[in-house]
């Protein structure tokens, strides 16, 4: 299905998500970015990634499918170091668990090029972090939700959803400001 996959922020969301798609067949490549060197380097020994890349930017070069785990305090930083590469027809989602500030983020600093962007909140995750607990099933069977904005790109918010459904997530759909108030409820 995807040629490369870039993952910025090796960590167990991360981590997790690039396992998946390798046992599931469905990415050829994965390249990986941390802030920290060491992280990136125990993802390649671990063989969680195939290449280690230097920064942000050169994990999304060449990318078919970027995956953005990181804290979403640090998302607006991420789309800044990585908008010159944000082309139509690549697949940029998160994996935050509040989508408003995410959202927020990417219409200031990606612009026009937010089409290339679906917003993605993986309900999962375990006890323990870091990318030494990454889990190739670690999606099986939870719920995906995506909050596509109305410049998603339909051809892109349906890759999104085959994604997560060859993992085995179930996916549902919703506003970014219904999903935040349903978790604030909860």
């Known amino acids: 299905m995807f040629q490369q996959l870039g993952v910025i922020g090796c960590g167990l969301m991360g981590g997790s ?6 046992r599931g067949g469905l990415v ?4 990986g970015y941390s802030k920290s060197p060491s992280t990136t380097e125990r993802a390649r020994k671990l063989g969680i990634i195939d290449v280690a890349a230097e920064s942000a930017l050169l994990a999304v070069a060449g990318s078919d499918i970027v995956l953005i785990a990181v804290p979403v305090a ?3 930083g ?4 990585i908008r010159h590469l944000v082309e139509p027809g690549v697949l940029f989602m998160d994996v935050g668990s509040t989508k408003r500030d995410v959202v927020d983020a990417a219409r200031r600093v990606l612009r026009e090029r937010v089409a290339s962007f679906v917003p993605a909140h993986p ?3 375990k006890e ?3 990318i030494q607990h990454a889990d190739a099933g670690l999606y099986s069977g939870r719920q995906v939700i995506l909050t596509p904005l109305p410049q998603s790109n339909p051809v892109l918010v349906q890759k999104a959803t085959d994604v997560w459904s060859a ?3 179930q996916v549902l759909k919703m506003s970014p400001e219904n ?5 604030a409820a909860v």
Do not use: N
């Not at 998500?17 to 390798?22: E, I, T």
């Not at 991420?78 to 170091?81: E, G, V």
């Open 123 to 125: 309900i999962a995750g």
């Open 74 to 76: 640090a998302t607006e």
């Open 179 to 183: 999903h935040d108030a349903a978790f």
């Open 28 to 31: 050829r490549r994965v390249v």
């Open 167 to 169: 993992i085995g997530s």
């Open 128 to 130: 323990a972090s870091g």
């Open 78 to 81: 991420t789309f800044k170091a």
């Open 17 to 22: 998500f690039a396992l998946a798609l390798k």
